[in-house]
């Protein structure tokens, strides 16, 4: 079996180039996973924690885990363009994923901004699973998700407050994850979240 590789590398995007992570752990993998990033404007990177924590959870689970910098984020060239660029950035990224990794399992995760990113995508890709942490519902136009989505929040989350993402996920009839006492970034909670997202992958 071949040995776990991290490679760094970048990808023609519709902006210019794109910076990406992969997390390969060779013949044992059973899909792809693509990881979005936090708000562009406001420090997301590939390289965010819970970003970082979800690709491990994937990784463990059997899948080649991929980040992204969105365009104007790190080395990834290009600017901001208020989530539809981004779209494409991720859309560019899956298309990169099958024609690298063929047609394994495909799941989507993503945080904050990035579960916007990921749950725009959702239904165009038929992720086998999708997994938003925090998304960024009342900021962005996250719209319905398909049914068995994981969603984890945290109960002092002061940048999305819970309640907007319960009157998002309640016409929907949608089980949210809550986190007691938690904030936004899952400070303390990483492994706990880790742990739930492997969980979620082996259901």
Sequence with gaps: MKSATQSRLSIDGPAGRLEIVANDPGEARRGVALVAHPHPLYGGT???????????????????????????????????????????????????????????????????????????????????????????????????????????????????PLKDALDWARPQQLPIVVFPGTGHFFHGNLVTLQKLVEQHCRA
Excluded: W
């Design 46 to 160: 590939l390289d965010n924690k819970v970003v970082q924590t979800l690709a491990k959870a994937f990784f463990a689970s059997g899948y080649c885990a991929l980040r992204m910098n969105f365009r104007g984020v790190g080395a990834s060239e290009g600017v901001f363009d208020e989530g539809r660029g981004e779209i494409e950035d991720f859309l560019v990224l899956a298309e990169h994923a099958r024609r690298t990794y063929g047609e394994g399992e495909l799941a989507l995760a993503g945080f904050s901004f990035g579960g916007f990113v990921a749950a725009s995508v959702a239904g165009r890709l038929e992720a086998k699973h999708l997994v938003l942490v925090a998304p960024a519902v009342g900021r962005f136009p996250v719209g319905t998700v398909p049914a068995g989505t994981l969603v984890v929040h945290g109960e002092e989350d002061d940048v999305v």
